[in-house]
């Protein structure tokens, strides 16, 4: 029943901005770490950014400084904040949902549906 939503992708010029969101709908007693990914064509999907339940961020090299993740107070939210966009950051962004611990339960990871973001040079 519980499925990731995601939504905010388009298309923008170099330096414009996007902001992404990631929704977990449905009811769940895990405790999911939140992150995305991304995927270019003919490329192997790559991390980009990480927020944990206590709210400290990991981000890739080649977003630091331009990307910020963060989520809701109930960490059922997250939403991924992009400045600064590149023609090398367009790719298929999908939000990732993840039980570190498995404190409550079996909880595997969850993949939302990807959205298509797009940067024109």
């Known amino acids: 029943h519980v499925q990731l939503v995601e939504s905010g992708g388009g298309s923008v010029q170099t330096g414009g901005s996007l902001r992404l969101s990631c929704a977990v709908v449905?009811?769940?007693?895990?405790?999911?770490?939140m992150s995305w990914y991304r995927q270019a064509p003919r490329k192997e999907r790559e991390f980009v950014a990480e927020?944990?339940?206590?709210?400290?961020?990991t981000y890739a090299d080649s977003v630091k400084g331009r990307f910020t993740i963060s989520q809701d107070n109930a960490k059922t939210t997250v939403s991924l904040q992009m400045n600064s966009l590149k023609p090398e950051d367009t790719a298929t962004y999908y939000c990732?949902?993840?039980?570190?611990?498995?404190?409550?339960?079996?909880?595997?990871?969850?993949w939302g549906q990807g959205t298509q973001v797009t940067v024109s040079s």
């Open positions: 990732k949902a993840e039980d570190k611990y498995q404190l409550r339960g079996f909880c595997p990871p969850l």
């Open positions: 449905g009811y769940t007693d895990c405790n999911y770490a």
């Open positions: 927020v944990q339940r206590s709210g400290g961020t």
